[in-house]
């Protein structure tokens, strides 16, 4: 990588001096309990794999933001959207396309087999109380598509009394947002422990085009509508033995331009999530789960000209199981996953394809000595794939701790990118990764300090190529290009007193090896520095974001500028229950672009009256 020196010194000096809000909720301290790393509860600090999780603090405080605008202030992630918050969204971890991150809610895998992408804009930010990002090749866990990464949101629960909370506020472009929940748990032998939100989201939106843009550009402010309702129910049919359900069910309309036709042409995206589960300790030693899960994603655009539709359903059943063999830990995982697509406009889409997969995983322990090592293969109509990966850690001490790891994963073409009419090739392969990357963290009471260096080759690349092979005209997806993903990112976390900090800083070269280009719609450098006071019932803070300059197109024509946002916050708890939130994004009125000819949301405010107990 070509880094300038006075920069990346800047960068470490700035990222090393300070650090996140409330960093024992947002960030992965020792005490914070991790599960997507592993498939299973672990402490942080037992944690090889680089780990961030934002917790239920950070976002309550993002007001009536997207959970994009929550991820994109994180460190190692960058998004893209067309215009505001109900518009189609992107999230890349470290480099990685879009459909090259693995998404799960509660366990369940979403997203749209076509796209390969999850619909962010469908997910709502009310129902969750804290996210995982684990960076990094994770298909010896996960299986397919987890190149760049898993990015794992948990909902609402709780435990003991029951707890009722609810919300109201309202903000820039007619946002107006509602929820309210309750959850709690019974005692005795045959516990019960429930949760239930319920939610809705309305904004009159703004115009998400540029006039540049041509025939789709219409003045009219494009906004969207999101209700949403999730739950969870567990029982505790007997020592050590549970049974329970949960779901979520989002749908989200919003408006977009479809050239200046008087029509209201919109989208609708519906993301459903069930399942039911089983967690039976058998033996001392030896935990099982078994889930079956349905995830449905629905995307609908109706416009003058028509309607289209298009279903992905996934369904898949799992059993884990962990086993303890002394201080260490033994998985073994047996996995089936089905996913169906049904499109309304093509035939060619309507097609079916069934994955079965093995994995197994060892962790251990040895003094300052850490070692996880995890193998899968999964069989589906590529034939049989395997990938694995191996971490160690050494801590030098008690305070600082150093890490390696290798890792192998893949990605399966989508159905568009094998069957979509005109541009689809049945005879794509599985793109391929080989992920090399060394972290060290420093932990020096409340300040915590991390870097992680990371170096990962892709082959077999799924591109658009004009003209098609084969056909000599036109374009289509081809396996043709290789890519490596390198960076560097560094953050730093701290707790002054009263005050909490955090810094990130990303230094990357997402290339692409075949034509020499920076892959499109990611930045070189992207930083974010945040700070929060607390003072009694009164509690403020900042966080500023910054990003270079990236290209919107693969051969690096048409620049996307560099730009840098302030937000400003403030929460005052009126009493126990009751607080009052106020936030500004934006706060400068910064107009820049993270698709090209697409708006982005100026200054806009957000206040809330919240009850619930703190």
């Known amino acids: 990588m070509h880094y300038q020196v006075s920069r990346l010194a800047t960068a470490v000096s700035l990222a090393f001096a300070v650090a996140a809000p409330n960093a024992a909720a947002d960030t992965a301290t020792p005490e914070t309990v991790v599960v997507t790393a592993t498939r299973t509860p672990q402490r942080a600090e037992e944690v090889i794999a680089d780990v961030t999780v934002i917790g239920n603090e950070e976002i309550t405080r993002a007001g009536a933001g997207s959970v994009a605008d929550i991820l994109r202030r994180q460190r190692g992630i960058e998004i893209v959207r067309n215009g505001g918050p109900g518009t189609s969204t992107s999230v890349y971890l470290r480099g990685s396309n879009a459909n090259q991150v ?16 999850a619909s962010w804009n469908a997910i709502p930010l009310t129902a969750i109380d804290h996210i995982e990002v684990v960076y990094g090749p994770l298909s010896s866990l996960y299986g397919a598509d987890a190149i760049g990464g898993v990015i794992q949101i948990f909902t609402k629960r709780r435990d003991g009394a ?99 036709n008087v029509y209201d042409t919109h989208n609708m995206q519906e993301l459903e999530s069930y399942s039911v589960f089983a967690n039976d300790r058998i033996l001392p030693n030896w935990r099982s789960t078994v889930q079956a899960s349905r995830a449905n994603d629905k995307s609908g655009s109706f416009t003058a000209s028509g309607v289209s539709q298009i279903n992905t359903r996934q369904d898949e059943l799992t059993w884990q199981n962990t086993i303890a063999v002394g201080p260490d830990t033994l998985q073994v995982l047996l996995g089936h996953r089905k996913e169906d697509v049904l499109s309304s406009s093509s035939r060619d889409l309507t097609r079916a394809r069934v994955t ?44 600082l701790r150093a890490t390696a790891s290798y890792g192998t994963s893949y990605r399966a073409p989508t159905f568009n990118e094998l069957y979509f009419p005109g541009y689809g090739l049945p005879t794509n392969k599985p793109e391929q990764g080989k992920n090399a990357e060394a972290g060290v963290r420093y932990q020096w009471g409340a300040t915590a300090l991390q870097a992680n260096y990371y170096h990962n080759r892709l082959t077999d690349m799924i591109v658009s190529v004009t003209p098609c092979p084969g056909a000599g005209t036109g374009s289509c997806a081809y396996n043709v290009n290789r890519a490596t993903l390198e960076g560097l990112t560094m953050s730093a976390d701290s707790r002054l007193g009263d005050l909490n900090l955090r810094a990130s800083a990303d230094f990357q070269d997402p290339r692409d090896d075949t034509t020499g280009k920076q892959l499109a719609r990611r930045a070189r450098r992207h930083a974010s520095v945040a700070a929060d006071y607390e003072v009694g019932a009164l509690a403020v803070g900042a966080e500023v974001q910054g990003s270079g300059q990236r290209f919107d197109d693969a051969a690096n024509r048409n620049r996307l500028g560099g730009y840098g946002l302030v937000n400003l916050y403030t929460t005052w708890h009126v009493s126990r229950d009751w607080s009052l939130l106020l936030r500004v994004d934006n706060v400068a009125d910064k107009r820049y672009e993270l698709a090209r000819n697409y708006r982005t949301s100026g200054q806009t405010w957000f206040a809330a009256l919240r009850y619930g107990i703190r």
């Open 102 to 117: 693995v998404v799960l809610v509660d366990g369940v895998r979403v997203g749209s087999s076509t796209t390969g992408t």
């Open 162 to 260: 029951p707890v009722f909370t609810a919300s109201g506020g309202g903000g820039t472009y007619g946002t107006n947002q509602y929820d309210a929940s309750v959850a709690g748990s019974t005692g005795g032998d045959h516990a019960v422990s429930y949760a239930l939100t319920g939610a809705r989201e309305e904004s009159r939106g703004f115009n998400a085009t540029l006039p540049t843009i041509g025939t789709g550009y219409n003045r009219d402010d494009d906004g969207y509508t999101r209700n949403s309702v999730n739950g969870r129910v567990a029982v505790q049919v007997a020592p050590g033995h549970e049974i329970g359900a949960q779901l979520l069910k989002s749908r989200i309309t919003a408006q977009y331009d479809n050239g200046s």
């Open 356 to 399: 079965n997969s093995v994995a197994a995983s060892y962790d251990m322990r040895r003094g300052s000595h850490l070692v996880d090592v995890s193998v899968r293969n999964d069989h589906s109509v590529y034939g049989s794939k395997t990938t694995g990966a191996a971490g160690y850690g050494y801590e030098f001490g008690k305070d």
